[in-house]
């Protein structure tokens, strides 16, 4: 009888702090590394805005911030970069470390669906599953293929889909009182 043992290697924020800034995407999820690209321009313009009505939101009512690309340190071996956060104005300072990374989870949590299905099922997955265990209140997965959003709320402690919504749409959110989009505006 054979015995195979696979070695994982299990990375760490401390592993990405080595590697070179090159334009690509560190994260880490559960100890297991991933490397993206720098992200096409369709994908940054559905960011851009979203993240323009939400900051103009979020400046009238002075309820909180967003940002767009913020690293997350949940863990040393938990170092994630989503797209767009939102955060409550009233935590944010105590959810930032000395290097100005998030360590919290902040109430939203955005991510746009690149072209690869890799990309695709790190985020419907195992991204979800994170976000879920962190505390996220809510989730929303833009799927820029399809002109759909996918919205997950925190229900009975953990992140469900509860809609989604689809071009003819209004976006709104319990979270955000007062704020809405049509859905469309954001593939136009």
Same mark, same amino acid.
């Given at each position: ?37 720098? @992200? &096409?321009?369709?994908?940054? %313009? ?6 323009? #009505?939400? $900051? =103009?939101?979020?400046?009238? !009512? ?19 970069? @989503? &797209?767009?956060?939102?955060? %409550? ?6 959810? #930032?470390? $000395? =290097?100005?990374?998030?360590? !919290? ?84």
């Amino acid at each position: 009888m054979v015995n195979l043992t696979t070695n994982r290697i299990h990375w760490t924020t401390t592993d990405i702090e080595l590697f070179p800034e090159d334009g690509k995407r560190y994260e880490i999820i559960n100890g297991e590394l991933f490397v993206t690209r720098a @992200p &096409d321009w369709q994908h940054q %313009r559905i960011c851009v805005r979203l993240g323009g #009505l939400l $900051d =103009a939101w979020s400046q009238e !009512t002075g309820d909180g911030e967003v940002a767009v690309a913020p690293g997350i340190i949940f863990a040393e071996a938990d170092n994630v970069i @989503p &797209d767009l956060v939102w955060v %409550r104005q009233e935590r944010l300072n105590n959810m #930032l470390d $000395d =290097a100005g990374h998030l360590t !919290t989870a902040p109430e939203l949590i955005v991510e746009v669906l690149s072209q690869s299905a890799q990309d695709q099922r790190r985020d419907r997955e195992l991204k979800l599953k994170l976000y879920s265990s962190q505390g996220v209140q809510e989730y929303w997965i833009i799927d820029r293929f399809q002109n759909q959003i996918e919205i997950y709320r925190r229900e009975q402690a953990q992140l469900q889909r509860v809609s989604t919504l689809l071009a003819t749409d209004r976006l709104t959110s319990s979270l955000l009182p007062g704020f809405t989009c049509n859905v469309s505006q954001l593939f136009a």
